[in-house]
Structures are given as C-alpha cells and as structure tokens.
C-alpha cells in the first residue's frame, strides 16, 4: 500500500484499458505475464429511477455484475485466484462451490491450462453445472449443501495436493471483488453512497469491499470520509447472518435444513462470519431476510421496470430495500446501492417453479 500510494494515480487509472486490471497495483499478482482474463469488471452502474419512484427514493442504482464472463461477480475473484495460481506454478485447483464460483474457476482454468475439480451440490442450478463440464472441469455432484461439498474438497485437497479455492480460505479471491469497490467510488467521482445492499453467501463482496473503503481512505482517494452502512441480504431459508446479526452475537450458527432458489444465498455458515458481521455493524448497517416469494417478485419487478433481468440473489436486495423502506431505515433522498450480482439467464430452470 505505501508503494501504491506513492506510484498511483487514481485518475491516471481511469484512462487504462477497460476491466479490473487496471487496478492491477491492488491486486495480488505480481507479473502481469501471469493474468488469465476474460474481459472481467468494468460493470455498469444503473440508475432505476422508476422502480425507485415507486419507491419514494429518489438517488437509488444498480451496480450490475451480471455481464461479467460467466454471468456472475464471482469472476472477479476467481480470476484473480486463478491468475495467481498460475504464477506460483500450481497445476490442479479445486472448489466447493453453490454454483456460480465453480462455473467461473472452470472457465478460467481452462484459460489458464490448469486442471479442475469442483464439488458442488447435487440440486445447484443446471446452469452451474453444465458451463463447467463444457469448460472441461470435473464436476463431482454432493448430497447436501455447500458445507458438505467442502468437506470432501477439503479431504481431496489434502490427500492429492490440490489447490484449494474454497471462499477465505485462500487470500485471493476477496481481492478481485473488492475491486467492485474501486469501480463503484469511481463511478461516483470518488464518493460512496449512504447504503449499499448487498446478497451475502459466503461474503467476499461484503468484506472485500469495506477493505477497499479503507484502502481508498489510506490513499487519499476519497473526497469524503464517509463510509457505507452496509446491508447483508439473506433469504429467510437461509439466514445466518440477519439471526446472529439480530441477535448481538459475534459468530453464526449453522444454519440447518438451508433452502432457497437464490441458491448462491445457500450457505449455512460463512467461514468469514465474525469479520461480516463486525464489518457490518461498524458501518451501521444492519441484516436483512427476505422470503423466496419476496425475491421473485423483486425479480420480476426490476426486470418489467427497468430491464434488469436478475440473479435472484441480486433481486434479494431489492426485495430487502421494500423492508427497510417500510421500517424507515433507509430517507428518500439516500444514495443506495443494490447489487445484482448476476445473470437471471442463469437461474431459468429455478425460477421456472414459480
Ligand atoms: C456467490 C454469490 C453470492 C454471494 O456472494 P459472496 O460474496 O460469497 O457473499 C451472491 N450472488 C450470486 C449470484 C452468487 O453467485
């Protein structure tokens, strides 16, 4: 960090090449030889006035990850996993995933040459499964969930020397997504908004984010102090976090019995949950749970209204914001932030049962 602060600029920054690596002095591979992209970042960020007239809200966008390769934001952070296994020389990564991080670690490791195996799921969305058997992955199909997946990659990894790119248990994966963090202040000629909501599985968005806040502070790029009050979106199927959250606690529980449609919401314990939840209340956010029937209705609004055909993890937030309009948490005049963080095309087998 001293060094970025002396060599960049961030305005310099915003005349590179578009994607995420023009942020590449924040990023943690060190030879740009060894970037594996696929044209990731760089993702718009969308007013919805009529969605937020109806609303009473009068400042309220999406920052839509959808058009990201894959269809999802977590090619961020597998891009950069990836890039920075290929530059430490390692050959066979593997990944539990509920979906959409195992389609991104198989394109990117067919990119880079390296072999794939991802656990997932037996019920994950056909999507998921299918875009990472084309890219050339091994895809090994769990009873369970995410949790039971992870044991057994957990198991393989050890016994045949894989890489292990399950969510925070390697350090690179948050580094890519906080860049969503770069690209948003940017947008906002280096302001944050009020709130930003944001659909939270395993939380790298969440956490990679706020240290991105606090990076942007160190470096002086920031034309006000102001942080974010971050609001982590669960289903009600699926809500460890609003209940620890609610509860004062510092961990969750594992959530048992999980089940949601937004199956990237699917995961019953984070391995991050003590830094989500302290980062959270640092910035006065707060947690919300919303049902499965409030996210497709969501879905469908901010498609019918405004275009944005949704992940429903991403229409979540949007579901989410109902609530705490109705709870008075959020003033009409706030800058709010939803996140879609994927593709709704991904998810037409689900969602085709309601
Ligand atoms: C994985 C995923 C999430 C949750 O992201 P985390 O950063 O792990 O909290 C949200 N939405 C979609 C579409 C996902 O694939």
Known sequence: MNAARKEVDRDEIHTRPKGMW????????????????????????????????????????????????????????????????????????????????????????????LQALIYMPKDTPSANIQESRIAGAQVILVEGLISDAAGMAEVKAREEGWFDLSTFKEPYRVEGKKIMGYELAEALNWTLPDVILYPTGGGTGLVGMWKAFAEMEALGWLEEPKRPRMVSVQAQGCAPIPKA??????????????????????????????????????????????????????????????????????????????????????????????????????????????
Not at 25 to 52: A, K, N
Not at 291 to 304: F, G, M, P, V, Y
Not at 332 to 343: A, C, K, M, Q, Y
């Open 22 to 113: 023009r942020w590449h002095e924040m990023l943690p591979v060190q030879d740009p030889e060894y970037i594996v992209s696929l044209g990731e970042g760089d993702t718009s960020l969308l007013r919805i006035p009529r969605v937020g007239k109806e609303f009473g809200l009068a400042d309220l966008w999406v920052k839509d990850e959808s058009s990201n390769p894959t269809g999802s934001f977590k090619a961020r952070g597998l891009c950069t996993a990836v890039s920075r296994a290929k530059e430490l020389g390692l050959k066979k990564i593997i990944i539990p995933t509920a979906g959409n991080a195992g389609g991104a670690m198989a394109a990117y490791a067919a990119r880079a040459g």
């Open 245 to 354: 959250f609610h509860a004062g606690a510092a961990f969750c529980d594992f959530w048992p019995g999980a089940q949601t449609v937004a199956s990237g919401l699917r995961v019953p314990k984070s391995f991050a949950d003590r830094i989500i939840l302290a980062n959270i209340r640092a910035s006065n956010g707060t947690a919300v749970a919303v049902s499965d029937e409030a996210l497709i209705n969501a879905q469908k609004k901010l498609a019918a209204m405004e275009g944005i055909f949704a992940a429903p993890e991403g229409a979540a937030c949007l579901a989410a914001l109902e609530e705490l309009i109705k709870q008075d948490w959020v003033k009409p005049d706030e800058r709010i932030v939803l996140f879609n963080t994927g593709s709704g095309l991904k998810y037409l087998d689900p969602i085709a049962r309601y």
